[in-house]
């Protein structure tokens, strides 16, 4: 009899994966099982079975066509969780991108080129100036985070946070003690380096915590999606455990207190529409008696 061209499917009897491929024989039922490489294990462990799903002409224009029908057949499942072939006309599956990206990524690390060839700070400053660059690109095209409304990103974050804390991973996966220690260790870190709040003046803290507060109040969230009876309370609540642990002011001896007191009190700030100076305190309650911005002030001393 003929050898034959034809399309084939891999099962096997006690899991659901599968495999597609096409194969020209050389005589008539060769006993061909398909040419996998990252999961060949399998082919040894479990029981293979073959389905031969398409004849073609044994002829160049035949074995063509099989093979066209194989990326047909590929192209539809390369992603599948259950399928096996890792490639179809070039294209890789998302497994195999991931797999190669680890390898170079951690070769590239080890000769330190590319991104690993970078310092810290040069990082940084290519993070910022591409980031801010792809920013303006998707708030003039109203692309990602940008085409969505305040209400989505909202409902987006909402949905987010519940999930990763439903599944335990992210700032979830941690415990508060762990989650306490990141974050003392970030904020000596961001300190240090200057970014983040500490990239900002204290002109512009000032303002862009005056934008925050407006924010959360214009949207009834936070502190002010609570009641006044509620905030009390949770004031309350948070006190008794500051006192109860001992931290925070409490920490304090009454003559580190003095001390703190006297420094802040040495601090003095102009207001930049009338000239007048006093403590930070001081000056707020003069501004806010004024309705005057109370970011516009310059420490003095």
């Known amino acids: 009899m003929q050898p034959r061209i034809y399309t ?16 020209k024989e050389k005589y008539f039922d060769e006993e061909y099982w398909g040419s996998p490489i990252t999961h060949k294990w399998m082919w040894d462990f479990y029981t293979p079975k073959k389905q031969i799903l398409e004849i073609f002409d044994y002829t160049d224009a035949g074995y063509v066509k099989a093979l066209q029908v194989e990326k047909r057949l590929i192209k539809l499942v390369l992603n599948d969780e259950w399928c096996l072939n890792e490639n179809v006309g070039g294209a890789l599956s998302l497994n195999s991108c991931k797999r ?3 390898i170079v990524g951690k070769k590239m690390k080890e000769e330190r080129k590319g991104i690993h060839a970078l310092t810290f700070e040069e990082r940084s400053e290519n993070s910022k100036k591409y980031g801010k660059i792809g920013g303006l690109k998707n708030k003039e095209n109203k692309t990602g985070i940008c085409g969505m409304s305040l209400e ?5 974050g ?16 941690r415990s508060k003690e762990e989650m306490q220690k990141h974050g003392r260790k970030n904020g000596i870190k961001n300190f240090k380096n200057k970014v983040g709040i500490h990239f900002q003046t204290s002109e512009e803290k000032s303002k862009n915590g005056k ?6 109040i214009k949207l ?6 609570l009641t006044k009876e509620q905030r009390i309370e949770n004031s309350r609540k948070a006190g008794m455990i500051v006192f109860e642990k001992g931290i ?12 703190l007191a006297k420094r802040n009190n040495a601090q003095k700030w102009m ?3 009338t000239g007048h100076i006093s403590n930070a305190g001081g000056l707020s309650r003069y501004q806010k008696a004024k309705g005057i911005d109370t970011s516009k002030r310059k420490r003095m001393a």
Not at 152 to 156: D, N, V, Y
Not at 158 to 173: N, P, Q, Y
């Open 152 to 156: 989505e990103l909202i409902e987006a």
């Open 8 to 23: 084939y499917k891999i099962t096997f009897e006690e899991v659901p994966y599968y495999y597609y491929g096409a194969k």
């Open 220 to 225: 009834g969230i936070g502190i002010h999606g």
């Open 211 to 216: 934008i925050g507060v407006e924010k959360t």
């Open 248 to 259: 925070g002011l409490f920490s304090l001896t009454p003559e580190q207190k003095s001390e």
């Open 271 to 273: 207001c930049l529409e």
């Open 158 to 173: 909402s949905k987010g946070g519940t999930k990763t804390r439903g599944l335990g991973k992210g700032i979830f996966a």
């Open 100 to 102: 190669g990206g680890k």
